[in-house]
């Protein structure tokens, strides 16, 4: 048994240590353990072990936010543990008092009164700007304080038992060697998104935070998380501008040079923009980065992008998709210079969505599809996008150039689809 850590009694309120058996589930303790040395991407040169190497004086168990706060300590590089226990909100001030959007908001800060002054009726398609954009961004940045986590290298975390982060944005910027594991992500609510004019068409509501972002990360273990917008799903807000008015925006996103990154036995669910892997058709410096393994995930009532994939090289295997949505848009978004390998993934879809919607390209052109069920029955991807795509969509080549090395057993795309149905998500470790 761990000894208890020697802390001043403030300290101790949330951010306390448990017995090593106490951590993990079904009695195991899974805080120390290491990504396999075959993997996934992550798996590759120095592999991933995050805080593996902690010593016993940077191992929490964190029951509130100001015990995460204190855990992650700023997004320090110092090898570190930290247990998620219960449920945490992030909208919460630091003696615990939940906060709501009219706590956040300041400097005049009033939705009817923005709707009023960026009107494309009579503002134009030109970007906000004036007192009611100031108030937002103001109060943008105050939510901000309180919703992002910044983590830095070698750290893990991970849920006990069932486990949830609310209303947080987890950030893991510019960091090395990161392990989150067995952790429900759940409704990373942006209280003031912006609206976003376009020339000549609608224009859009953008939202600020990604339940979890990547952003020039490396050598990042993601899994048995389950990330969704419960509490409160997009599809049940209102309409301004004659547009959505989004709160939410990817459930994982891994942008900016991110590399090296394996998500397996995740669920992802109940989301528009689910997972983009690489951010700009411009971003030349992603070359040869955006290197991600996605393996044993289900992709739930999930809108689009599943991933969509800019210059990575991802190799996507035994996932499970089970599309539900009216607005499905598609699965697979192949755009600049990606390079897709997918093999012995099932998709279930409704009778309006037909295997030609699985699969998009903007400005890509390579998808190596193999093994493929669409609703019990095989498929053949590429021939179906080619022959059925609008037009406008360039055709798919199956040369993508690579061939994955790093990966464990690849089991058949019906096996597979079973075992994520019983597997995939927070709590299911075994």
Not at 4 to 10: G, I, N, T, V
Not at 124 to 149: H, L
Not at 404 to 428: E, F, N, W
Request: hydrophobic fraction near 40%.
């Amino acid at each position: 048994m761990r000894p208890r850590h020697l802390l001043p009694a403030a300290a101790l309120a949330g951010l306390f240590c448990l017995p090593a058996h106490a951590a993990g589930t079904a009695g195991r303790d899974i805080s120390r353990d290491v990504l396999a040395a075959d993997d996934g991407w992550a798996a590759y040169g120095t592999g991933t072990t995050g805080g593996a190497a902690a010593d016993d004086a940077h191992v929490y168990t964190v029951t509130d936010r100001a015990g995460l706060v204190r855990a992650l300590d700023g997004g320090s590089d110092t090898p570190k543990i930290i247990k998620i226990a219960g449920t945490i909100d992030a909208n919460t001030d630091d003696s615990g008092r939940r906060l709501d959007c009219a706590d956040y908001a300041t400097g005049g800060y009033r939705l009817k009164e923005y709707l009023a002054a960026y009107d494309p009726r009579t503002w134009g398609s030109a970007k906000p700007s004036g007192p009611q954009e100031e108030a937002r961004q103001a109060s943008a940045a105050r939510q901000a304080e309180r919703v992002q986590f910044t983590v830095g290298s070698n750290t893990t975390i991970v849920g006990l038992g069932r486990a949830v982060l609310k209303g947080a944005s987890l950030q893991v910027r510019n960091a090395d060697n990161v392990i989150v594991r067995n952790l429900e992500l759940r409704d990373a609510y942006d209280c003031f998104p912006v609206w976003q004019p376009n020339t000549g068409g609608l224009g859009d509501w953008k939202s600020a935070y990604d339940t979890l972002w990547l952003t020039g990360a490396t050598h990042v273990w993601v899994d048995h998380v389950t990330a969704s917008d419960e509490g409160h799903p997009d599809a049940g807000e209102p309409a301004y501008f004659a547009r959505n008015h989004l709160r939410h925006d990817g459930l994982l996103d891994i942008t900016n040079g991110s590399d090296l990154i394996t998500v397996s036995w995740s669920r992802f669910a109940g989301h528009d923009k689910a997972m983009l892997i690489g951010n700009s058709d411009t971003a030349a410096g992603d070359r040869g980065r955006l290197r991600v393994t996605l393996h044993h995930n289900q992709f739930e009532s999930v809108v689009q992008r599943a991933p969509r994939v800019r210059f990575g090289q991802v190799h996507l295997y035994d996932n499970r998709y089970v599309v539900t949505d009216d607005d499905y848009r598609y699965s697979l978004g192949v755009s600049t210079e990606s390079a897709l390998y997918a093999e012995n993934n099932a998709f279930h879809t409704p009778a309006h969505v037909e295997a030609a919607d699985l699969v998009k390209s903007w400005n890509g052109s390579a998808l190596h599809a193999s093994g493929t069920l669409f609703n019990g029955y095989p498929v053949d991807l590429l021939a179906i996008h080619n022959a059925y795509n609008s037009g406008s969509e360039r055709d798919l080549t199956a040369d993508v150039g690579w061939t994955p090395v790093l990966h464990g057993r690849i089991d058949s795309a019906a096996v597979a689809d079973r075992a994520v149905a019983r597997g995939a998500g927070a709590g299911r470790i075994r």
